[in-house]
């Protein structure tokens, strides 16, 4: 059974960067769309970044393109997203969550999360 676990989130203040890490265990992560969501209290999840395991096509939501990179390892084990230029509002809960049968701009648009699988997420806040 697939399980995901999430890492490297912290506090950091504005315009520092981090970088999270998705780390897959008991499945391969092939034929797979994963994808980066955030869900900041009494705020919508948002899908952040999604990527296709297979040649790593990406998608970014628009509130993040140019500062954020959704990458995986060459085994698909892991899955990271880097972030640049953080800002007090990219404060959030991050989650990543992987799922096969679905196109990488159709999963970073569910806001739900009753497919695939999730990871328990790590906690991003940006503070001065």
């Known amino acids: 059974q697939l399980q995901l676990v999430e890492s490297g989130g912290g506090l950091v203040q504005p315009g520092d960067s981090l970088r999270l890490s998705c780390e897959a265990s008991?499945?391969?992560?092939?034929?797979?769309?994963i994808g980066w969501f955030r869900q900041a209290p009494g705020k919508e999840r948002e899908g952040v970044s999604c990527?296709?395991?297979?040649?790593?096509?990406?998608h970014y939501a628009t509130s993040i393109k140019g500062r954020f990179t959704i990458s995986r390892n060459n085994a698909k084990t892991t899955v990271y997203l880097q972030m640049n230029n953080l800002k007090p509002e990219d404060t959030a809960v991050y989650y990543c969550?992987?799922?096969?049968?679905?196109?990488?701009?159709?999963?970073?648009?569910?806001?739900?999360?009753?497919?695939?699988?999730w990871g328990q997420g790590t906690q991003v806040t940006v503070s001065s």
């Open positions: 969550a992987a799922v096969q049968g679905l196109t990488i701009q159709t999963l970073c648009a569910r806001r739900d999360r009753n497919f695939g699988t």
């Open positions: 008991g499945y391969t992560l092939d034929y797979h769309a």
């Open positions: 990527i296709w395991s297979e040649d790593g096509s990406t």
